[in-house]
C-alpha cells in the first residue's frame, strides 16, 4: 500500500489565494492529523479527525479548515492565505489516535506565501 | 506541563562509530515515547516507541533506544553508524491535551555521520 500520501509537493500562493491541501491513507486508519512545521517550533497540531465525519480543532486551527467526508481522505483548506502560513505542512494517520499508536506520516507539501 | 528537550542541534559521528542522540522529557502521567527520522525533503519516518515493558526498546534500521524513568531520558542509540544515517531526528511525547491527545516533538537533532 501507499501508506500517506500528500498533493501537492510544492505550492506558492499570493496573500489572500486560497486552496486544499490533499492527504489521502490507504491503512483504514480512523485517526488522521495535520501538522505544521516551523524551524525552532517542532510540528504543531492544527486539526484532527477521529472518524469520518468527525473533526475537531488543535492547537493552531486559525486560518484552517477541514473536513472528512470518507475514510481516506483528509484535506486541508487555506480560506485566505497570509505570509503566516508559510510552512511545512504534514498530514498522519493512525489506527485509532490513542496515546500508543504510532502515527505514520506523508512526505509532506511545502507552501510559501507572498 | 508536557515537553521534550533534545539538548544538541546537531551531532557528528565516525563511519563505524556508536551514535547517540539525546532526548529528556516531561510529562504529567506515563510517558509514550517516540522516535521519528526525517530525511531531506521528506516526511517522518516511525523509528521506535516506547510504551511500558523493557527499557531497551529497539526498532528499524538498527536503532534502540534507552527509557531511564530516573532520568525522564529516552537516548536513542546505534552500535555501529552508517553514513545513510544522516538525518534530522525527532524525539516526541505523546500525551494528552484537553479533549485530543497530542505528540509534543523536541525541536530535532541533526545527525552527520562522516565517512
Redesign the interface.
Known amino acids: 500500500n501507499a501508506g500517506v500520501t500528500q498533493t501537492p509537493k510544492f505550492q506558492v500562493l499570493k496573500t489572500g489565494q486560497s486552496m486544499t491541501l490533499q492527504c489521502a491513507q490507504d491503512m483504514n486508519h480512523e485517526y488522521m492529523s495535520w501538522y505544521r512545521q516551523d524551524p525552532g517550533m517542532g510540528l504543531r497540531l492544527i486539526h484532527y479527525s477521529v472518524g469520518a465525519g468527525i473533526t475537531d480543532q488543535g492547537e493552531v486551527p486559525n486560518g484552517y479548515n477541514v473536513s472528512r467526508s470518507t475514510t481516506e481522505d483528509f484535506p486541508l483548506r487555506l480560506l485566505s492565505a497570509a505570509p503566516s502560513q508559510t510552512s511545512v505542512y504534514f498530514c498522519a494517520s493512525s489506527y485509532r489516535g490513542t496515546l500508543t499508536d504510532t502515527q505514520y506520516f506523508g512526505p509532506g507539501t511545502r507552501l510559501t506565501v507572498l | 506541563a508536557q515537553s521534550v528537550a533534545q539538548p544538541e542541534d546537531q551531532v557528528n559521528v565516525a563511519e563505524g562509530n556508536p551514535l547517540t542522540v539525546k532526548c529528556t522529557y516531561s510529562v504529567s502521567g506515563n510517558p ?1 515515547l ?1 522516535w ?1 527520522v526525517q530525511y531531506p ?6 523509528l521506535l ?1 516506547y ?1 511500558t515493558g523493557d527499557n531497551l526498546v529497539k526498532g528499524s534500521y538498527g536503532f534502540e533506544a534507552e527509557f531511564n524513568k530516573s532520568q525522564t531520558s529516552f537516548h536513542l542509540k546505534k552500535p555501529s553508524a552508517l553514513v545513510s544515517d544522516s538525518a534530522l531526528y ?1 524525539c516526541a511525547v ?4 484537553g ?10 537533532t541533526k545527525l552527520n555521520v562522516k565517512p
Open positions: 509514550y517516540f521519528y525533503n521528506r516526511g517522518l519516518q516511525f516507541k510504551i525527532f505523546r500525551d494528552l491535551r479533549n485530543f491527545n497530542k505528540f509534543y516533538f523536541g525541536s530535532g
